[in-house]
């Protein structure tokens, strides 16, 4: 008979697995009985090891930590053949940030150039345990967003629609403001500075507010460059745009469109959820014009319809924004 197999058919190792995870589930429950009796009936700590039959050294760090820690190490680990060589490591790491990333180094090769280059006389493994560690520390980290009110975001998707019984592309301004979910979308033929400008336009009247700022991308027609120490040179239109609505601009990361997730999050729910209606309505009539006043009819009752009939109801404070300006036209510069 196999060892992994019992008499009984099952798996030893995993029987064992479900006693250890039993065991850890039981572990929590006493945990939480621990808790409840210190923070809400407060028992005092030596009343609590009498009842759970547990050392006041138990209750005192089930008081500190909410469920079990696990092993905690006193001391770093100490590294004697490597301590003197990981600076060494650290800036081969830093140098690599710029470079493709198969050309980046592995363990393995850190560990041949420390024993050719330095006389490196430890082993293999240890190098390749550091760079696990070193890898785990510079691994990016996500953290639950808050959104103040009256600070927006804005972007451009994209989708197939049918217009004259021909399937092209069109696309839709999306505006999102995250602390209340309100939102606006408006299609486009293209996504151009024009209509970015226009885009703004109608979500600020479709609002009634402005937002103190707003979060873009680094589309072209917004930016005209980004300098060397990271700040951005506008368009001269939307520069025009922003003055006229007194916003203050900011940008996302190239290339990292988490940076604005809530946005990314609208133009993804107006593909596959307003988008599908006008491939079945948009193909009725001939030219863009008439077909594109017709979607944004339809984008604005669906909008109107998720917000509670109407943006007011979900943006709150109103005191953190501006009503528009009376004079919402942008014109081109020279124009």
């Given at each position: 008979m196999p060892l992994s197999v019992d008499r009984e058919g099952g798996s030893i190792f995993t029987r064992c697995r479900q006693a250890i995870a039993q065991q850890s589930a039981e572990r929590g429950e006493l945990y939480l009985k621990v808790r409840r009796a210190y923070f809400q009936q407060g028992l005092s700590k030596r009343a609590i090891a009498r009842t759970f039959g547990i050392s006041r050294d138990s209750v005192d760090k089930m008081i500190v930590y909410s469920v079990p820690p696990g092993y905690r190490r006193a001391a770093p680990v100490k590294r004697?053949?490597?301590?003197?060589?990981t600076d060494i490591i650290d800036q081969w790491l830093r140098d690599d940030v710029g470079s493709p990333r198969k050309q980046r180094h592995t363990a393995k090769r850190v560990f041949e150039r420390l024993r050719d280059e330095h006389s490196f006389e430890g082993g293999y493994t240890i190098v390749k345990t550091y760079m696990r560690e070193h890898q785990r520390r510079s691994r990016e980290m996500f953290v639950p967003l808050h959104h103040a009110p009256g600070h927006g975001q804005a972007d451009f998707g994209e989708a197939l629609v049918f217009?004259?019984?021909?399937?092209?592309?069109?696309?839709?301004?999306?505006?999102?403001?995250?602390?209340s979910d309100a939102c606006y979308v408006r299609a486009y033929p293209a996504a151009t500075a024009e209509?970015?400008?226009?885009?703004?336009v109608h979500a600020f009247a479709f609002f009634g507010r402005v937002p103190q700022s707003v979060l873009y991308d680094n589309d072209r027609c917004l930016v005209a460059q980004i300098?060397?120490?990271?700040?951005?040179?506008?368009a001269r239109l939307f520069s025009g745009l922003l003055s006229h609505y007194v916003i203050q601009d900011s940008y996302g990361r190239p290339g990292k469109g988490n940076d604005k997730g809530s946005v990314e999050g609208l133009v993804g729910y107006a593909r596959r959820n307003l988008c599908p209606a006008l491939r079945r309505g948009m193909g009725s009539t001939p030219g863009w014009k008439s077909n594109a006043a017709s979607a944004n009819r339809l984008f604005c009752a669906v909008i109107r319809r998720l917000s509670g009939n109407g943006c007011s109801v979900i943006w709150r404070p109103w005191q953190t924004c501006r009503p528009p300006p009376s004079k919402r036209v942008i014109r081109r510069p020279g124009a």
């Open positions: 004697p053949k490597l301590d003197g060589f217009i004259g019984g021909i399937e092209q592309k069109a696309y839709f301004f999306a505006f999102d403001l995250p602390h209509a970015w400008m226009d885009g703004h300098l060397p120490d990271g700040t951005r040179k506008r």
